[in-house]
C-alpha cells in the first residue's frame, strides 16, 4: 500500500508531506502475500532545498531515473507550477502507456510542497501534465482510507463546536503535523505490509527533511519533531 498526504496552510505558512515507507520485492506462492519487505522512501527533497515531493504509481528504474532529474533541478519546477503544467511527467506517463492496450497501473502522479520566495505550498500533480494548489490532498491505494480519517475528523470538529472551547496543548503547526502522521497511520491500519513513516515540512525557513527522526520507534520522536514548529510565546505585557 501506498499512501502520501498533503497538507498546506496559508496563514500559518507551512506545507507538509507525510508517506508511509513499505515496499515489497518479489512475490509469494500466493500474489497476495509479500516475500520481502523493505523500507524505502517515497519522499524526495531537491539538491537546492526549495521543494519535495512524494510519489504514488509504478516505482522502477524509469521512476528513479526521473525522480533523479527533479531533484538534481533538471526539470524547472518553478516553471512547472506557474504555467500549471507538468509537460516532462505528461510525456513520461504517455511513455509508460505503451503502445498497445494503456495499463494504467503503469501511471505516476505526484504531491509536490515548493518553498519558492519564502512561501510554503501544496500541488497536485496528475498523471497528464496538470498541476493544481491544494490546501488538503492525498495519493496512492491507501488514499481511501485517508479520506476516511479526515471525513471523520471533520465530524468530530463539527460536534465540538457546540461544547465550550478547551485550550489546546498543542500549537496550530504542531497540529498539523500530527494530523497528517495520524491519517498516515490510520490509512496503514488494515494492511499488515505497510509500516513506517516518513515527512518533510516546508516553512518560510526553508524545508527540513524528517526522515531519520521517524523510524520506527517515531512515537518517541514525534514530539522533538512537533516541538520545532510551535508557535511563538506571544510577549506578556
Known sequence: MTTVIGIANDSMGIALLAADRQGTIGQHSNPAIPMDKTLGRKLWVSRDGVYAFGHSGLRDE??????SKMVDGNIDVRQVV????????REFNIDR??????????????????????????????????VE???????GSGSERAHKYFEGRE????????????????????GMLIVGLEALRYAQGKDPYSSGLDLVV??????????????DDFSKRLDGITSQYKDPTPPSN
Do not use: W
Open 62 to 67: 524509469r521512476l528513479l531515473d526521473f525522480a
Open 82 to 89: 506557474d504555467t500549471g503544467k507538468f509537460n516532462a511527467l
Open 202 to 215: 516546508a516553512t518560510p525557513n526553508g524545508i527540513k527533511d524528517h526522515f531519520a527522526d521517524l523510524q
Open 155 to 174: 465530524v468530530i470538529i463539527e460536534a465540538m463546536d457546540y461544547l465550550p472551547r478547551k485550550e489546546n496543548k498543542n500549537s496550530r503547526k504542531e
Open 133 to 139: 494548489r491544494r490546501d488538503l490532498t492525498y495519493i
Open 97 to 130: 502507456l505503451g503502445y498497445h492496450v494503456p495499463d494504467l497501473n503503469n501511471l505516476s502522479s505526484f504531491l509536490l510542497i515548493t518553498n519558492f520566495d519564502n512561501k510554503p505550498l501544496l500541488y497536485s500533480c496528475f498523471p497528464f501534465g496538470a
